[in-house]
T-cell receptor, first 113, second 114 residues
Framework: DAGVTQSPTHLIKTRGQQVTLRCSPI?????VSWYQQVLGQGPQFIFQ???????GRGNFPDRFSARQFPNYSSELNVNALLLGDSALYLC????????????FGPGTRLTVL | AQSVTQLDSQVPVFEEAPVELRCNYS??????LFWYVQYPNQGLQLLLK??????LVKGINGFEAEFNKSQTSFHLRKPSVHISDTAEYFC????????????FGTGTSLTVIP
């Protein structure tokens, strides 16, 4: 079975631009969560979506937004990019809203110049 | 609020030697505890988890961890490391039945020296 997939693998943007990252969960999984991992740090929770509704939000500014589609795939959007947004963005999927098992994708490496 | 502290940012160890990676957490309620491994340019892979029951948990690749409630610790151990264990290791917690918001530590970089 295919695992969690993310696209693109790498992305380079300049300050002030907007970016969209994509995630496809494991087949049958209805929950998608997004994490930001800055170099040298642990992942920080950004959002959780379950059944197309936002079910959790971390301490991130409104420049960060996300949505989940009927097929349970998800997009993370970041507007007005800052240098500090450079990070590895991880997507994780699970069957349910609250579970002890999440499966992480390989991540999208975003570099903001 | 929940927090996770990984006291050692870098741990060098010789091949076939034992290793312990330390993790302490802070929470006013019960939590689930996890250890994840991250190889270069890859996502996170679950090593093991503690939900309840026996405090000694065994995971993949010969790793194990022990939950100590009184010390709020969940240290990861392996009796004999291999070169392939070189990676970044993250301890994490979640609150049961409150969604999938994981709280991660800052990570420990394990380097196995031949």
């Amino acid at each position: 079975d295919a695992g969690v997939t993310q696209s693109p693998t790498h992305l380079i943007k300049t300050r002030g631009q907007q970016v969209t990252l994509r995630c496809s969960p494991i087949s049958g999984h209805k929950s998608v969560s997004w994490y930001q991992q800055v170099l040298g740090q642990g992942p920080q929770f950004i959002f959780q979506y379950y059944e197309k509704e936002e079910r959790g939000r971390g301490n991130f500014p409104d420049r960060f937004s996300a949505r989940q589609f009927p097929n349970y795939s998800s997009e993370l959007n970041v507007n007005a990019l800052l240098l500090g947004d450079s990070a590895l963005y991880l997507c994780a999927s699970s069957w349910q809203w609250s579970t002890d098992t999440q499966y992480f994708g390989p991540g999208t490496r975003l570099t903001v110049l | 609020a929940q927090s996770v502290t990984q006291l050692d940012s870098q741990v060098p160890v010789f091949e076939e030697a034992p290793v312990e990676l330390r993790c302490n957490y802070s929470s006013s309620v019960s939590v689930y505890l996890f250890w994840y491994v991250q190889y270069p340019n890859q996502g996170l892979q679950l090593l093991l988890k503690y939900l309840s029951g026996s405090t000694l948990v065994k995971g993949i690749n010969g790793f194990e961890a022990e939950f100590n409630k009184s010390q709020t610790s969940f240290h990861l151990r392996k009796p004999s490391v291999h070169i392939s264990d070189t990676a970044e290791y993250f301890c994490a917690v979640i609150l049961p039945n409150t969604g999938n918001q994981f709280y991660f530590g800052t990570g420990t970089s394990l380097t196995v020296i031949p």
